[in-house]
């Protein structure tokens, strides 16, 4: 699995990932995939004009899904 090439994003997934949270890596514009065992997901954009706001949405995401398993 490749690193993400922003810093404030490589966080982000880090602290996805310890929330349990699934990170995969995709082809194309988006750099991957945050999922959540509920179904839900995120993408994790490559660096767009704005990484420090696709930190906050990853952080925002794995806030929500910390610590469930069923759908919301
Ligand atoms: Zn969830």
């Known amino acids: 699995m490749g690193r993400h090439p922003h810093k404030e994003i490589r966080k982000a997934i ?41 930190a906050k949405l990853i952080r925002r995401f794995a806030a929500n899904h910390r610590n469930h398993e069923e759908p919301r």
């Open 14 to 54: 880090t602290e996805a990932e310890e929330a349990g949270l699934k990170v995969a890596e995709s082809s194309g514009h988006t750099w991957g995939y945050v999922t959540c065992a509920c179904g839900q997901r995120i993408a994790v954009y490559s660096t767009g004009r704005n990484p420090e706001f696709g």
